[in-house]
Structure formats: C-alpha cells, structure tokens
C-alpha cells in the first residue's frame, strides 16, 4: 500500500521560534496533500490543501502567514509553524491522494508540536 | 452546512459486540470511511462504503444507506487493544473528508 512518512513525530520548542513539518510520499506521486490539526478529545480539522506547483488553500480561520505550507515536489509537502505560541501546541497529521485513486486517503504518523 | 454526528463515547465488554453509528449531512458524497484512532497516533483505515449495504471484513463490518444518510461500524468479539476513537468521514464532492468527532469505545474485561 501508499506509505507516507510525516517528520518529525514529536518536537518541543520554545515560544516565538519556528518548526517546519515535513510529510513525504514514499512509493507515490502526490499531487494533493491535506494539513491537519487535532486537539485533545477532537477530531480533525483540515487546516489547508496543498497541491504540488501552487498556493495552498487555507481553511477559513488558519492564518496563512502563520502556517506556511510548500508543496514543492510530488513527493514532498512541509507545513512550517512561525513563530510559535503554546496555543499551537497539538497533533498535526498530513495525508496525500493519489490522483487516480482520489477517494482514498493515506496518511502520515502524526507530529505531536509541544511549545513551552 | 456539512455534518457528522457520532456518538461521543460508547462502553462495551471484551468479547461482546458494539455497533457504532454515524449519521451525515454532507454537500455531495464520494463515501464514507471508518478510521480507528488510537491516542497520540495518525487514523488507521478501517473500511469505505460508497454502495448502500454491508461490508465484512474480519471482526469488524460496515454499513451503509445512502438515502438515511446513515451508517454502522459493527465490531466483533471484542479484544482489549479495540479500545480507541473510532472516526467516521465522510468525502464530499471536493474529495475532501469531512470528519465527525470521533467515538471513544472503551473495553472493559
């Protein structure tokens, strides 16, 4: 099956700097990445869409100069969290398509973001 | 608006069986996924249903009506490690999934 692969599962950091998340597509062309975000005893919510060679599309309510997505590669999508606030902290899960099988859904380990 | 109801938590014994419902509202459909959560980790797939009926597989089911709006995970002889959210989605005309909130099953011995 599609495997992707979401770096780094667990990162601290201190307020005010920034942590750059990465999620690749290892045996597959992604062309669609999704962001998500998930706070304790929450489901997911899709942050933004990132499609490989454009702008991301932000879900309203996500900052997008706060959030930088880059989908620079087919296999490659990061998602940079700038300057970092303890309000931040939570899971964030990346999953990519696959352009012809676009009803199924792969996704990454998870990054848990802990800032202090 | 898009919705996805599910119940918050639901407490089942080991061996037993548990249904766990999810109903939807959606803008357009392109089928409805069941993923299992377990804390601090991503979803695991655990079926998709776009046709109405019922799909098997191993100790766990799933159901679907596409006209209620409408759908069932059904698990089996319950084992302790099934103990996690259980997360309906459903994918909207955009292929993008809307999610419900997740459904805490807790197993008891």
């Known amino acids: 099956g599609a495997v992707v692969s979401q770096h780094p599962s667990r990162v601290i950091c201190k307020s005010g700097t920034s942590v750059k998340i990465e999620c690749r597509s290892l045996?597959?062309?992604?062309?669609?990445m999704f962001w998500y975000r998930q706070f304790p005893k929450q489901s997911l919510m899709l942050m933004a869409t990132s499609n490989e060679g454009s702008k991301a599309t932000y879900e309203q309510g996500v900052e997008k100069d706060k959030f930088l997505i880059n989908h620079a590669s087919l296999t490659l999508s990061t998602l940079t969290v700038t300057s970092a606030h303890p309000e931040d902290s939570s899971f964030y899960i990346c999953?990519?398509?696959?352009?012809?099988?676009?009803?199924?859904?792969?996704f990454g380990q998870g990054t848990r973001l802990t800032v202090v | 608006g898009q919705n996805i109801d599910q119940p918050t938590e639901m407490t089942a014994t080991e061996g037993a069986i548990v249904q766990i419902n999810c109903t939807y509202q959606?803008?357009?459909?392109?089928?409805l996924f069941w993923y299992q959560q377990h804390a601090g980790e991503a979803p695991t797939f655990l079926s998709y249903n776009v046709l109405d009926g019922l799909e098997e597989k191993g100790r766990f089911s799933s159901f679907l009506s596409r006209s209620k709006g409408y759908s069932y995970l059904l698990l089996k002889e319950l084992q302790m490690k099934d103990s996690a959210s259980y997360l309906c989605?459903?994918?909207?005309?955009?292929?993008?999934?809307?999610w419900g909130a997740g459904t805490k099953l807790i197993i008891k011995p």
């Open positions: 045996d597959f062309q992604a062309t669609t």
């Open positions: 989605a459903v994918m909207d005309s955009n292929y993008q999934l809307i």
């Open positions: 999953s990519a398509s696959i352009p012809t099988r676009p009803t199924e859904a792969f």
């Open positions: 959606t803008s357009g459909f392109n089928g």
